[in-house]
């Protein structure tokens, strides 16, 4: 893949987060994709991921991956960014520093490997 066909891949996975597509999320995935977070350093699969994800879609409103700074590279990307939404619960604004780092292989994400703040997951994740 090019660069830009990569940059393009990053752009439309995280572009879905923000909108709730994830559908459109799980398609960006290789039907074997390993998702990795470094809160747990556990591995799950993509429809594993999209119950987490889907999850968090409901409880985060007004999702915005801010500051996103994509670094391209021989078969993947790296983006760092802030997470930024509003809690449904109770209607606090919270933010999520992260950076992601994704193989990519024949126009999808093989491996994803998350590393959060972990001082900041449990306000993100409060009423989870």
Same mark, same amino acid.
């Given at each position: 893949?090019? &660069?830009? %066909?990569?940059? #393009? ?14 559908? /459109? ?11 990795? $977070?470094?809160? @747990? %350093? !556990?591995? &799950?699969? *993509? %429809?594993?991921? =999209?119950?987490?994800? #889907? /999850?968090? +879609? ?5 999702? !915005? ?9 021989? /078969?993947?990307?790296?983006? &760092? $960014?802030?997470?930024?939404?509003? =809690? ?5 604004? +919270?933010?999520? *520093? ?7 292989? @024949? ?9 959060? @703040?972990?001082? =900041?997951?449990? %306000?993100?994740?409060?009423? #989870?």
């Amino acid at each position: 893949m090019s &660069q830009d %066909e990569i940059r #393009a891949l990053a752009k439309r996975f995280f572009d879905c987060v923000e909108s709730g597509d994830i559908d /459109g999320l799980v398609a960006c995935y290789a039907p074997d994709a390993k998702i990795w $977070h470094n809160t @747990d %350093e !556990l591995e &799950q699969g *993509p %429809e594993d991921n =999209r119950k987490v994800l #889907a /999850g968090m +879609v409901t409880r985060i409103s007004d999702r !915005l991956y801010d500051n996103r700074r994509v670094e391209i590279f021989d /078969g993947g990307f790296l983006q &760092q $960014h802030i997470l930024r939404g509003t =809690r449904v619960q109770d209607g606090v604004r +919270v933010a999520l *520093p992260a950076c992601v780092i994704c193989a990519v292989k @024949d126009g999808y994400i093989t491996r994803l490997d998350e590393y959060f @703040d972990s001082a =900041r997951v449990s %306000e993100f994740r409060k009423y #989870a």
